[in-house]
């Protein structure tokens, strides 16, 4: 069944690295599977695990003050590799909202291919939610798809961040490219056969 | 107002503009590695659909295949697998493979280049963020997510939102001892790890400009580690004189009309950027990384500078960085003994790279301590080793050539550096971990690799 987003309240995970690489969020010897499940046991793989495969206590999914649906993180989130693995194992882990002050271009277009909403914020409003979330991990912030909305509910301040019309339409109704590709099969056509 | 070679060749692709959303872009060529393509071959499968245009379509492993007894099944069962499903999926589906074993092989960003499969003009994709290596030849080449494999396995065609156009210059003489590696981490050294996001670089300037393919291959094969999109050049004499003959380039009369099309394809010289930067090649040194983000580079005898005092969010990164890396703050690198050495990859395991790398270590020995792994990006690549005697030069200073492959650039493979061990390699990426758990990677051009072999401690070529 296809997915569809509207608006989600939750509290969030804080994650304040900057250039978090695609590698970390999913490390290449975990990019053997030949399907898309199950790559959230690896998410942040060698940040959650030791070497021995140990839970490292004091990385942030494995503290149980925090959690939700909503990731913070520091700004260039998801640079590097092209692995669209990086936005399978956040969404098989639970994730529905990346929230960043900017990501890297190719995984941002992943994210959003596999119903996660990435969320570009300002700067200052970053760094109010991250210091929102330190003073109390239970701040719950509310994505509100349709009219392009983060809130702090803590504070209560709020943004408006972009998305492109028909990207939104594809979350909202559950819409892949695919199918709108299918449909422009015709349009090909002709195209290659005027070039 | 003129147009940048970007926007001719991304306009001339457009098949159609979706009002307030991305374009549906023709794409003329479609390499695919074993990786990231199971799941869109598979999701062809579920759809009930066919490839669309397969003869635009070629595939080869790369990513996860062994250096060494690549004539033998693949020892971890997990790869094998992902090796065979690529075999099985481009029976199946009816598109190109150059296997294991083929003597078209190698690293899909080399044999592109190599088989005259990648041209000037083109729009090219991969599920591959190196994919921008193919903007060398004025091509419009960029990294995609698997997701946007089977869009083009189904349509031919990807929805994207169009990049703002970016124009970096560098000009004047380089200095001697200094590589295309060293041009490009520069560039990324000072635009930062994510300083060209939403952008599409194309590079020029008489420095560029005086690259032979290959180097500008090594240039435009890192644009990605800066952000950038895509990185390209425009196409010219050099360009045509390295794809005339090659196998799959255009012949005879079609060769004539593809190169005045690709003469049209230049900048207008009133194009306009959405930013434009410049460098003097003069201020450019051999380069290696001291961090773990390619954008965390010095010249290689320069101290490791202090984080951005105005930048607060960013410290925590960066002393993470250099905790990981077990470097400080005011030091400097060259003389730091290095346990393993690593020439290869798309960014540098071309054949200039291992002519480069075997004149330096020429009469000389492999440091006893040191390990070394020699990976050409392909089986031609490797047989023109062996032509001109390379091999001969390597074996006789203590170095042995593997079979190609991405190998130890992600350590997919056993390729893998212990550890806490310290590896100069000439790959894209020294992210935390990349070239094994707990590997610590300075990133360095083809001459740095191999000075530091010889010596066993991270050496500036000059000094050798």
Same mark, same amino acid.
């Given at each position: ?7 989600? #309240? ?31 046991? *690896? ?18 999914? *494995? ?12 700004? $260039?989130?998801?640079?590097?590799? &092209? ?25 941002? *277009?992943?994210?959003? $291919? *596999? ?6 914020? &300002? ?12 003073? $109390? ?11 392009? #909305? ?13 998305? $492109? ?31 | ?7 001719? @060749? ?25 990786? /990231? ?16 245009? !397969? ?17 033998? !099944? ?22 190109? %493979? ?109 420095? @560029? ?26 196409? =010219? ?27 049209? %394809? ?13 460098? =003097? ?26 984080? =951005? ?5 960013? +410290? ?5 960085? %250099? ?38 270590? +020429?009469? +000389? +020995? ?23 005697? %390379? =091999? ?66 991270? /050496? ?5």
């Amino acid at each position: 069944m296809k997915e569809k987003f509207s608006t989600i #309240t939750s509290t969030c995970v804080p994650l304040p690295m900057e250039n978090v690489d695609t590698d970390q969020i999913i490390p290449a010897r975990f990019l053997k599977a030949t399907s898309r499940e199950g790559f959230g046991d *690896n998410l942040f793989r060698d940040w959650r695990y030791d070497k021995d495969g140990n839970p490292v206590k004091d990385f942030v999914l *494995n503290d149980p003050t925090y959690s939700g649906c909503i990731l913070v993180a520091g700004k $260039n989130f998801g640079s590097g590799s &092209s692995r669209e693995h990086a936005a399978w194992a956040i969404h098989d882990y639970g994730f529905r909202v990346v929230v960043s002050s900017f990501f890297a271009d190719i995984h941002k *277009n992943n994210e959003l $291919n *596999n119903f996660v909403l990435p969320v570009v914020v &300002s700067e200052p409003f970053l760094a109010e939610l991250f210091e929102s979330i330190a003073a $109390n991990p239970r701040t719950e912030v509310k994505v509100d798809l349709p009219s392009q #909305t983060i809130t702090n509910l803590a504070t209560g301040n709020s943004e408006t961040f972009d998305i $492109n019309a028909y990207k939104k339409q594809c979350l909202s109704e559950g819409l892949d490219d695919i199918e709108y590709l299918l449909s422009k099969k015709d349009d090909i056509e002709a195209w290659e056969a005027k070039r | 107002m003129g147009k940048t070679l970007f926007d001719k @060749i991304w306009d001339a692709h457009v098949v159609n503009n979706i009002e307030g959303g991305p374009s549906q872009l023709y794409i003329d060529r479609h390499y695919c590695h074993e990786v /990231t393509s199971p799941q869109a071959f598979e999701g062809l499968r579920t759809r009930g659909l066919k490839v669309f245009r !397969p003869e635009k379509t070629f595939c080869s492993p790369d990513h996860n295949i062994p250096t060494l007894n690549q004539d033998k !099944p693949i020892a971890d069962p997990v790869s094998r697998n992902q090796v065979e499903t690529l075999t099985r999926n481009a029976n199946e589906f009816g598109v190109t %493979l150059f296997g294991l074993g083929h003597a078209k092989n190698g690293i899909i960003h080399v044999i592109g280049p190599e088989n005259g499969l990648t041209l000037p003009g083109y729009t090219i994709v991969c599920g591959d963020s190196h994919t921008s290596t193919h903007g060398a030849f004025g091509a419009v080449a960029f990294g995609i997510g698997t997701s946007e494999v089977e869009m083009v396995l189904a349509s031919q065609c990807i929805l994207q939102p169009k990049p703002k156009t970016m124009r970096i210059n560098v000009n004047g003489q380089l200095r001697p001892g200094v590589t295309a590696k060293d041009i490009a981490l520069y560039i990324i050294a000072k635009m930062t790890t994510g300083g060209a996001t939403g952008y599409f670089v194309e590079y020029a300037g008489d420095t @560029i400009r005086n690259l032979s393919m290959e180097e500008r291959m090594t240039v435009c094969n890192l644009s990605i580690e800066m952000g950038a999109r895509g990185g390209m050049i425009a196409p =010219d004499e050099t360009t045509f004189a390295y794809v005339e003959g090659r196998e799959f380039a255009p012949k005879g009369e079609e060769w004539e009309k593809a190169v005045a099309y690709w003469r049209t %394809l230049p900048s207008d010289p009133d194009a306009e950027f959405d930013r434009e930067i410049n460098f =003097d090649a003069a201020d450019i040194e051999p380069r290696i990384t001291f961090g773990t983000n390619p954008g965390m580079g010095i010249g290689i005898n320069d101290p490791i500078p202090a984080p =951005d005092p105005e930048d607060e969010a960013g +410290k925590i990164s960066y002393e993470k960085s %250099l905790d990981y890396m077990g470097f400080k703050v005011g030091q400097v690198l060259a003389g730091t003994p290095i346990d393993y050495v690593f020439l290869g990859s798309c960014t540098n395991g071309r054949i200039e790279d291992f002519r480069a790398f075997a004149n330096f270590v +020429k009469g +000389k +020995k492999k440091a006893p301590g040191v390990t070394a792994w020699l990976v050409p990006g392909s089986w031609k690549v490797d047989a023109q080793i062996r032509e001109e005697g %390379l =091999d001969k030069i390597l074996e006789e200073a203590g170095f042995e050539i593997r079979q190609p492959g991405c190998s130890a650039c992600l350590a997919m493979n056993e390729d893998k550096v212990p550890a806490g061990k310290l590896a100069v390699s000439t790959s894209n990426r020294n992210f935390e971990g990349r070239q094994g758990p707990g590997s610590r990677t300075i990133l360095a051009g083809p001459l740095v690799a191999a000075a530091s072999a010889v010596t066993g401690v991270l /050496t500036d070529p000059r000094t050798v």
